[in-house]
């Protein structure tokens, strides 16, 4: 976990977090009236679990990869069936988790990808993303047609998130142990 900044904080609410992990602010609205728990287990949006894990600091690595493959599979069925760039880039990602292939291997599956992504067609980055920076994949993998395809991408991200890590709570013990020794005023 990184260090809490107590000058920064304003409030005694979890949700003061999520400005030092510099969450987008739509996240930091949903987020500052409701519980962790609450936020955790009822948010429609994996990407922002996703960052949120990944920046809290006790989710393992290969955890946090591991649901950004599953959320970028979303998006294979998007791209066209020749184009094997991106379903590559996350068999060799996927690979690199059970230690059957170097992360010089993903990093050049996600360099592929990237380049694919960038000349080719937009949506594909989240499978970039998944095996080069993880967390960009959920967000990625929910553009879609309409809003409530959108809407639909989003919450499987938050499900398949949720099905892989669990709640991390180091961070936010850490913060609620500062707010109790009254760390802040």
Not at 118 to 128: F, N, P
Request: with cysteine.
């Amino acid at each position: 976990m990184k260090i809490i900044d107590t000058y920064k904080i304003k409030s005694t609410h979890w949700s003061e977090l999520l400005l030092q992990m510099n969450a987008i602010s739509d996240c930091y609205d949903y987020a500052r009236t409701i519980s962790y728990k609450k936020f955790w287990y009822t948010c429609q949006r994996g990407d922002w679990l996703l960052s949120f894990a990944a920046n809290e600091g006790s989710t393992s690595h290969k955890l946090i990869v591991k649901a950004a493959c599953q959320c970028a599979r979303l998006s294979l069925p998007y791209i066209k069936q020749v184009e094997l760039i991106p379903l590559k880039s996350i068999e060799t990602t996927e690979r690199w988790l059970e230690d059957k292939a170097t992360i010089e291997e993903v990093k050049l599956a996600a360099d592929a990808a990237y380049a694919y992504a960038y000349t080719y067609i937009a949506s594909v980055y989240a499978s970039a993303a998944a095996s080069h920076a993880a967390f960009y994949a959920v967000s990625d993998a929910a553009y879609a047609t309409d809003a409530a395809s959108k809407k639909e991408m989003q919450q499987k991200t938050a499900d398949i998130v949720r099905s892989i890590i669990s709640m991390p709570t180091q961070a936010v013990n850490e913060f609620e142990r500062l707010v109790k020794m009254k760390a802040f005023w």
